[in-house]
């Protein structure tokens, strides 16, 4: 065969004016009439030989028309450069003479072009239309072209059936219908969704009674979609032996809840059928989660149940359970929601649960596979950040070797993350090694990921005339623990350099109906000026004295705990003098005492070296003699029970970490902050403070929650101290 090649130079002779319209920036839809035209022909824009492209030409018989233009014929052309000269002219290579055609000075809309093009081809048009598909879906795509293709599919797609079902499934979408043109398997789709964008149904077929012959009823997947939800569809579009077809969506359709998806799923592969490779795609997809409890009715021994299962606030997923698998068949456990999932048996902690090994040791189905007598079925886990939307079901997903996926769904509670936690502690027995890996693989990590909210000031209330803006302030911080407020009132009032002080008193919301009515009356009784403040989200002394901090404006403020008492008069002013010292940029603490005179803090210091370097209490236990008469010196961290400090400088800290359970912990944290903002901690010795136990906290319990705080704080601190001079 002869290849066809345009010359260089074409003697240029009188040339058609045609219609033409744009296909995206790169390509436009000509159409024309000569005398004859072969399926493929080079096509040069702008009149340049040199700048060609191959393109398909569909062309028809039109038997009224003279014999030059007695072929009609639609190509697909590069778009002409409307800054080039020459813009505006195309030369279709064909044997012989080539054919060069001018385009019209307008584009014609795509609508009014195929409008044309029906009136042209008359009785050709489906087939010229079936070949310019074709064309169009095999090249590049981009809008235009997916809306030339959507409006030629509206014009000669036929009925094809309906999808009467409709429902999401994780990335793909559940149909169910009927049918009469196209197979079991797997079907190329195009989907009118206001747009036009491909897809695949990976589909089985099953017999109806209620529909003709030849026809059949329809279940599958729609996947490699655009759209994420069945609504979006307005109907398919696929390719029939005998044409295009079009499954439109009825207007009564069933739009199922994805929990109940996979339900029809396994319904539809029972009584239909479907090629190997697809009926294996929607088995697995028939395994998913529909919100039954799968795991309790295996044939493996494979068993689990759920003690408790909590949504910590702003954090993630708290889940203590056991998992019954004395022959370890089971593989990947993971905790889903939705599009949310975390593998937790990479994250677990496993515990001994005897109970759960007597539960089973007499039954006959599972005591031969307990000879190992292994008691570690438990586990506690936390999935950071999987927070479950409302209505997406949380789950529990067990790969089981033999069977696949089993579930067991979960009705968790809500709790802030503090008060989850702390159940934890409970049930934990703190000698056990057990006990400190749920401390530091579970418990340390929730509390530092979670995003607790600061406590907030909702209502103020002045006692006498309170000066918000003056230069030192008192801020007393109160827990929700019973606080007698009389002999703190009566040892601030007999001190000449408090008496005149404004004071804030900071307590939680509920307890002002106790509290309130006693601070009016006690400050009224002194002649105290006092701002009584009621914070929302108080779980201990520091949420109180950061709310009260906050709703003043001193420009030095003294800190003083709930938990702490008041020894000597004159305590404040000791510890300003020694704040003034050091030009106001330090945080000065008094030496702090248990109620038997012994110390409970005499200066934070620093010991060790390097990666051992740490952060520690010298004194701590020692009586108040052995410090002597030592005067005010620099330490590592202060003691925020009782302080002086700027209330600027507290504020560019941004206040206590809500990431402890303790408030000596957040004390420590706020106190290296602000070391490394350039405001050192002071120890002042001479002023004495007792800070009072609650005792409210069960020992091994709080032996337990100092081990959290103490993890949380060295993954947070550990390589600044390591750096730290002093």
């Not at 989660?289 to 003690?307: K, Y």
Request: some cysteine; charged content about 20%.
């Amino acid at each position: 065969m002869n290849e066809v090649i345009i010359p260089e130079r074409t003697l240029i002779s009188p040339a058609p004016t045609v219609a033409w319209t744009p296909l995206g920036e790169n390509a436009i839809l000509v159409m024309s009439a000569c005398d004859a035209l072969p399926g493929k022909v080079p096509v040069a824009v702008d009149g340049n030989p040199r700048n060609r492209v191959e393109t398909m030409a569909l062309t028809w018989r039109r038997p009224q028309a003279d014999a030059a233009h007695a072929t009609g014929f639609l190509c697909l052309a590069p778009a002409p450069s409307p800054d080039r000269a020459g813009s505006g002219a195309i030369l279709l290579g064909r044997p012989g003479r080539p054919l060069r055609l001018i385009l019209a000075p307008k584009p014609m809309p795509l609508q009014a072009f195929l409008a044309a093009l029906a009136d042209e081809a008359g009785q050709a048009f489906p087939t010229v239309v079936d070949g310019l598909l074709e064309v169009l879906l095999a090249g590049k795509s981009n809008p235009r072209r997916l809306r030339a293709v959507g409006m030629l599919l509206q014009s000669v797609a036929k009925p094809g059936g309906f999808v009467e079902v409709m429902g999401p499934l994780d990335a793909g979408i559940f149909l169910q219908g009927w049918t009469s043109n196209f197979t079991a398997g797997r079907t190329k789709l195009l989907i009118a969704h206001g747009g036009l964008s491909p897809a695949v149904l990976e589909a089985g077929t099953f017999q109806r009674d209620d529909l003709g012959e030849g026809a059949c009823g329809f279940f599958g997947l729609l996947e490699e979609c655009a759209i994420r939800h069945p609504s979006e569809i307005e109907r398919l579009f696929f390719r029939a032996n005998d044409g295009w077809r079009a499954l439109e969506v009825y207007d009564r359709h069933v739009l199922l809840e994805q929990i109940t998806v996979p339900g029809h799923l396994r319904d539809g592969l029972q009584r239909g059928s479907a090629p190997p490779a697809t009926a294996e795609k929607l088995k697995h997809a028939s395994q998913r989660f529909d919100g039954r409890d799968t795991i309790s009715f295996l044939e493996q021994p494979v068993r689990a149940g759920i003690d408790d299962a909590t949504v910590v606030e702003g954090s993630g997923v708290l889940v203590i359970g056991w998992l019954f698998d004395p022959d370890r068949l089971t593989g990947t456990v993971t905790l889903r929601s939705g599009s949310q999932s975390c593998v937790v048996d990479k994250l677990w902690t496993r515990a001994a649960r005897p109970d759960v090994t007597a539960a089973f040791a007499e039954d006959p189905r599972f005591g031969p596979a307990m000879a190992s007598r292994r008691n570690s079925h438990g586990f506690i886990v936390f999935a950071p950040k999987l927070l479950p939307e409302p209505g997406q079901p949380l789950y529990l997903e067990f790969e089981v070797e033999g069977h696949g996926p089993a579930f067991l769904p979960l009705a968790p509670g809500r709790s802030p993350a503090r008060r989850a936690l702390e159940r934890v502690f409970g049930l934990l027995d703190p000698r056990s090694s057990t006990a400190t890996a749920v401390v530091e693989k579970q418990i340390a990590p929730a509390l530092q990921a979670a995003e607790i909210a600061p406590p907030k000031a909702s209502e103020t209330h002045d006692i006498g005339r309170f000066n918000a803006d003056a230069a030192l302030g008192l801020v007393i911080g109160l827990d929700q623990r019973q606080r007698e407020l009389s002999s703190l009132f009566a040892l601030l009032a007999i001190d000449p350099e408090i008496r005149p002080l404004p004071i804030v008193v900071a307590a939680p919301g509920e307890s002002f109906d106790r509290l309130g009515a006693e601070a009016r009356r006690l400050a009224k009784f002194y002649g105290l000026q006092v701002r009584l403040v009621l914070v929302d989200g108080v779980e201990d002394s520091c949420d109180a004295l950061e709310a009260g901090v906050r709703a003043c404006r001193f420009q030095t403020v003294a800190l003083l705990s709930g938990a702490a008492q008041i020894r000597m008069p004159g305590w404040l002013g000791r510890l300003e003098r020694a704040y003034r010292g050091r030009g106001g940029q330090c945080v000065a603490s008094p030496t702090l005492l248990f109620e038997d005179n012994s110390i409970r803090w005499a200066g934070a210091w620093l010991e060790g070296e390097g990666a051992n370097r740490r952060v520690y209490n010298r004194f701590v236990g020692y009586p108040l003699d052995a410090i002597g008469s030592l005067g005010p010196m620099e330490v590592a961290a202060g003691a925020t029970e009782c302080c002086v400090m700027s209330r600027n400088a507290f504020l560019e800290a941004d206040g206590f970490s809500r990431s402890y359970f303790t408030p000596s912990e957040k004390g420590l944290d706020l106190c290296l902050k602000l070391r490394m903002n350039g405001v050192p901690s002071l120890w002042v010795p001479e002023v004495e403070v007792y800070v009072v136990e609650d005792g409210e906290t069960r020992p091994h319990v709080g032996a337990l929650i100092n081990l959290a705080d103490r993890t949380s704080f060295d993954r947070r601190w550990a390589l600044a101290i390591s750096n730290m001079r002093g």
